[in-house]
């Protein structure tokens, strides 16, 4: 018994049936049993149950805990990185199925990096209030830019969770590969969803 995940890019998403909640940049977590609805994770302990995210240049996160058997999947762009649904779902794998944050593992997904990321002050200070470490997400000589996959990392250990792996992909760096919403619209064209799914086996 274990798990199976998967970051999917532009050529590699399986036809299968994923348990996406309705995604709007907010904090809400939910389990798979509430779907359909509006969320940005979704949570479960059933077996072949691949919960996913869509994300084009936001951070996909993945978790799972082998001791409570039960996995999730966030969607953690800079709204929901300002609102720490990382650690909100952390909470929830804790308290819906008794999972230790110490016993979590946690998959950070290809996001667009830091160097690619450039956004407005009062972005980084929102994104930034979150964390104790107020360092995490700085990119060198490059005030104006953030990392978030570095942030969610230092929520993720700030809820207690110590092992994490963090893809290192920049979507936008590798637009052939991944969908980049920066990307598409310099081109002048559309974009679609990066799939990120996880489930127990």
């Not at 609805?37 to 919960?51: I, L, P």
């Not at 991944?178 to 679609?192: I, K, T």
Request: include cysteine.
């Amino acid at each position: 018994m274990g798990f199976n995940y998967m970051f999917c890019g532009k050529h590699d998403t399986p036809e299968r049936e994923f348990y996406r909640a309705k995604q709007v940049r907010g904090d809400r977590v939910v389990t798979a049993d509430e779907l359909p609805c509006e969320a940005d994770a979704v949570v479960t302990n059933r077996v072949g149950v691949a919960v996913a995210v869509g994300a084009a240049d936001c951070v996909p996160l993945l978790m799972y805990s082998a001791s409570a058997r039960c996995v999730a999947a966030v969607h953690s762009g800079w709204q929901g990185t300002s609102l720490n649904i990382a650690a909100i779902a952390v909470r929830k794998l804790t308290e819906l199925y008794g999972a230790s944050p110490r016993d979590i593992e946690a998959y950070i997904g290809p996001a667009i990096c830091g160097e690619c990321y450039e956004v407005g002050g009062e972005v980084i200070a929102v994104v930034k209030s979150t964390l104790a470490d107020k360092s995490a997400g700085d990119v060198a000589e490059l005030p104006a830019n953030i990392d978030l996959r570095a942030v969610v990392a230092q929520q993720l250990r700030e809820a207690g969770v110590e092992r994490i792996t963090a893809h290192s992909d920049c979507v936008r760096c590798s637009s052939d590969r991944y969908w980049s919403r920066r990307a598409e619209l310099e081109l002048g064209g559309g974009y679609e969803l990066n799939i990120s799914y996880i489930e127990l086996t």
